[in-house]
């Protein structure tokens, strides 16, 4: 049976990654729009590294580096991007999971402006998604893929 904590961060880390995401869907954010996003998702974080194993705890990293990455925070963006990288390798995952480590990689490294390391991860993650069996998962993310901006 699960305790009152964990509970209570089960409920706020789910709660705080949709506001994130929902943020990160809103075209026209204020800039408290913007550190509220980058809150709700370091937040989100804070509760899944709690009470989660690598696929709550690399969903919230993910989540955070996209938000940096929004922001043009590279550095930050690149250092949970990595974290994410990181813990998909180990677990050996593959198709829509690594390709999406390789995605939020690929943001990062636009946001920090590394052009090589943008098209590197790009690539793997679209190595890794053409090994994905479901269209759905493999949809979603290569939409993820297509919203990576270019380097300017």
């Known amino acids: 049976m699960k305790d009152q904590a964990h509970e209570w961060h089960q409920k706020y880390g789910a709660t705080l990654f949709n506001r994130s995401w929902e943020l990160i869907e809103r075209a026209d954010r204020t800039a408290d729009e913007d550190a509220e996003m980058l809150l709700a998702a370091a937040t989100s974080r804070w ?89 759905e998962n493999r949809q979603v993310i290569a939409e993820q893929l297509a919203s990576v901006p270019e380097i300017s």
């Open 47 to 135: 509760h899944w590294g709690q009470i989660g194993g690598p696929e709550e705890i690399t969903g919230g990293d993910w989540q955070v580096a996209h938000v940096s990455s929004l922001l043009g925070f590279g550095d930050l963006a690149r250092f949970f991007a990595e974290r994410n990288l990181r813990v998909a390798t180990d677990e050996q995952w593959d198709g829509w999971r690594l390709a999406s480590a390789h995605e939020g990689m690929a943001r990062a490294c636009s946001a920090a402006g590394d052009v090589d390391g943008r098209e590197r991860h790009l690539a793997r993650a679209q190595e890794a998604l053409d090994r994905e069996p479901d269209d």
